[in-house]
């Protein structure tokens, strides 16, 4: 059989992405979506999303780690399916969609979504790093000479060593002004470094500010794979109306043999 896939990046966080609309594609098969972001012997994706219909909004997302397993929020696939769902016409610019989280807003003009994220009433803060959730779990750690880290093997020391089986994301952040930070983050799920991780900048933009190193609610995050944009309000100690904001670019379309 041929599946018809389209292939999205976010600041270089890339994606298989499905319109699974009408129940076509095998779900329970971790296999298949591990083969299909597989780089040499399939498409190649750091996951693999699903678009679906969902009776309480405009679509659902369902979404994959690169080892086949469904995982927890990513907010730069998130914005990727947005930018998929206006493609197809399923919005119009604006949209409300569910996720694994819940309720998400979003908008798009030309390939910049701007996505609304899911609140964040706790961040952690411990003497070498922080931890808070934004959707899914981030250890924030500040360290000096970013671009000279071996991320891959120093983020799967923190991932196995603190975090046991189940894990978290690691994002490691260099200040490079009052306002800006560089991040560079090793997923779970990928088990390696990605050019970018939305709900990874989220989180270092909020843990930044819990820890003084910024007083502004709008941030600058740079990472390997492009910019983006955090804003928030913060009420109370707690973080809300969080919104990540970025491009989000189609790559190819394409049939693929299964």
């Known amino acids: 059989m041929a599946l018809q896939f389209f292939k999205y990046q976010g600041t270089g966080n890339d994606f298989v992405i499905i319109d699974n609309r009408l129940q076509t594609f095998p779900k329970n098969d971790t296999k298949l ?80 979504v701007e996505l609304n994220m899911t609140d964040v009433d706790e961040v952690k803060i411990k003497p070498a790093y922080s931890f ?66 939305g709900t990874g900048v989220t989180a270092v933009a909020i843990a930044m500010h819990k820890l003084g190193k910024t007083s502004l609610n709008s941030i600058e995050v740079s990472t390997p794979g492009g910019n983006l944009t955090i804003s928030f309000d913060h009420q109370e100690g707690s973080y809300r109306n969080i919104y990540l904001k970025g491009p989000a670019k189609q790559v190819y379309k394409g049939e693929i043999k299964w």
């Open 33 to 112: 979506i591990a083969k299909l972001c597989d780089r040499k012997f399939g498409i190649g994706g750091d996951g693999l999303i699903l678009l679906e219909n969902d009776k309480m909004s405009d679509f659902k997302m369902v979404y994959y780690n690169a080892d086949g397993a469904e995982s927890t929020m990513c907010g730069n696939g998130g914005r990727c399916l947005v930018a998929f769902a206006n493609y197809l016409g399923v919005i119009n610019g604006k949209t409300s969609f569910n996720a694994i989280d819940g309720l998400h807003h979003a908008t798009i003009v030309e390939d910049i």
């Open 132 to 197: 808070l959730d934004t959707g899914s779990p981030h250890h924030v750690q500040l360290i000096e000479n970013l671009s000279k880290l071996d991320v891959q093997k120093e983020g799967a020391k923190l991932r196995y060593g603190l975090y046991g089986q189940v894990g978290s994301n690691i994002n490691f952040v260099e200040q490079l002004d009052s306002n800006s930070f560089g991040v560079r983050t090793y997923e779970r799920g990928v088990e390696d470094e990605t050019l970018s991780c």
